[in-house]
């Protein structure tokens, strides 16, 4: 007799609270089939040493280990630093798919010692909407076709060292001007347009032989009038599967995004998504304990029992994170000798890859004036984060500071002390400003200017993409994105 809890569980890629070692529960629904786990920020206080650790006991229970580290803006293992890897952005700039292959291949080669058998990367969403508040410099770039040949570099030098790679978020985010984690996004396009710009980067993911596909919580109603991405047959089945012809394992976004759980609901959700042609629910950025797990599994079963999910549905879905298991485990039996400093990763800057560090040096580039010969004054202007990027040390100070010894740091909200009785503070002091999403943030925009008007030779460093060139003025860095890397970069730069 068919154990429908146990394909329910399968099918189920909860995340936990624990540093050490996994909760109890985790083991214990292990053993029951819990086909896998997310690793978050909150798992990762003891370098990559200690992730192999906690991986070593998550994989000798039979688990797979995901975890969200696109680099760039988005880290889970250098959550607490900042990304030693160029983000999308920085990668798609230079426009060289071989080098963008080799930082992917340095990527998974670090994960790969870490344990890890799944990684959410690389996104493949184009970004085509200036406003976008949650893709911008994760993405390669605006162009469908520049986009198509990194998401492919990518996913071949990932899974070069058998860590799968996913490219999300499916059929496309870039195009919308809201963060599904807060809301519900539309893409609202014609049919057309998105089989032009959104759908090419997902096909070269398909032929570069992803192994996930990660939905988007995101409404397509030239798709799907009804149903939000991750829920939609049209989508996924009629489209992903059937048109696009993609035989892996399609992936939720985390359903603990507002889109999801404020909407449906995580439990309701669960049921909807399989049906859909899902075959694996991430869930725990926010919830961590086992009760929802537990829940979302009666669901599926009752789903089955009642008539509203086929059982082949429930077992296909299951069998194919099963199958990317034998793959993982076929192509990555061991943690080959633990964590330690691994390529363009560690605690070393980012630069110890030998493509991270050439691809992060071509990146960053200078216009104008930017040599320092003083220690500046500088001013970093802070909004909140995205969820997606979470808390992560970002600027020029911290790593301006290293190499010029007396700079002056001032951190700058939106409801801040003057920017003028800053200014005046430090007279005859050259002023540098580091600027993170400025086009999204006019507050932003009017410092800069403020600060130009009192000093002429402001420096801009801009750690996003998007910038207008009166803001950037004549004296600039870019580092396409905020990361510690590229940010590295761009002190060195100056100083």
């Not at 896998?36 to 192999?52: E, P, Q």
Request: hydrophobic letters at 45%.
């Amino acid at each position: 007799m068919t154990d429908l809890r146990s394909l329910a569980l399968t099918t189920l890629f909860p995340g936990f609270v624990g540093t050490t070692a996994p909760p109890s529960w985790v083991t214990r629904l292990a053993e029951d089939g819990l086909g896998g786990v997310v690793l978050y920020g909150r798992n990762i206080d003891r370098g990559d040493d200690g992730v192999a650790v906690l991986t070593s006991t998550l994989r000798a229970a039979g688990l797979l280990v995901a975890i969200d580290e696109e680099g760039g803006d988005v880290t889970r293992l250098d959550a607490a630093v900042g990304s030693s890897l160029p983000g999308n952005a920085a990668l798609g700039s230079l426009d060289d798919p071989a080098l963008t292959e080799e930082v992917a291949a340095e990527l998974g080669g670090r994960l790969r010692r870490c344990g890890i058998d799944l990684n959410f990367a690389p996104v493949a969403d184009v970004d085509t909407n200036a406003e976008n508040p949650v893709i911008g410099a994760r993405s390669f770039g605006a162009d469908p076709d520049l986009v198509s040949r990194h998401v492919a570099a990518f996913v071949t030098g990932q899974q070069r060292h058998g860590v799968a790679a996913t490219a999300k978020h499916f059929p496309g985010h870039g195009g919308t001007s809201e963060d599904s984690h807060l809301t519900v996004p539309v893409l609202d396009e014609p049919l057309e347009v998105i089989r032009r710009v959104e759908l090419p980067p997902f096909r070269a993911a398909i032929k570069a032989d992803t192994k996930v596909m990660m939905t988007a919580h995101v409404r397509v109603p030239a798709l799907d009038p009804g149903e939000l991405g991750t829920l939609s047959r049209s989508v996924l089945t009629g489209l992903l599967r059937d048109t696009l012809g993609f035989d892996g394992v399609v992936m939720t976004d985390g359903l603990d995004m507002r889109a999801i759980s404020g909407t449906v609901g995580h439990v309701e959700a669960a049921v909807l998504a399989v049906r859909a042609g899902v075959d694996a629910l991430c869930v725990g950025g926010d919830t961590t304990g086992p009760e929802l797990v537990e829940a979302m599994a009666d669901a599926l079963v009752g789903a089955v029992r009642s008539g509203r999910l086929a059982e082949a549905r429930l077992a296909e879905a299951a069998g194919r994170v099963r199958a990317l298991r034998a793959w993982s485990r076929g192509q990555f039996p061991g943690v080959s000798g633990g964590g330690g400093r691994a390529a363009g990763g560690g605690d070393s800057g980012g630069l110890d890859g030998a493509a991270t560090g050439r691809a992060t040096r071509r990146a960053v580039r200078a216009t104008g004036d930017v040599r320092l010969t003083d220690p500046p004054l500088v001013l970093e202007l802070h909004d909140p984060p995205s969820i997606a990027a979470g808390e992560v040390p970002w600027g020029i100070g911290t790593p301006l500071t290293a190499r010029l010894p007396g700079t002056t740091v001032v951190r700058l909200t939106e409801d801040g002390p003057p920017v003028a009785d800053i200014l005046a503070a430090h007279p005859r002091r050259r002023v540098v400003v580091s600027v993170r999403g400025i086009h999204r943030h006019p507050w932003q925009g009017d410092v800069v200017a403020r600060a130009r008007r009192e000093s002429p030779d402001v420096i801009v460093v801009e750690h996003d993409v998007g910038s207008p060139g009166e803001v950037l003025g004549l004296h600039h860095v870019l580092a396409f994105g905020a990361a510690r890397a590229t940010a590295e970069a761009a002190a060195d730069l100056l100083a």
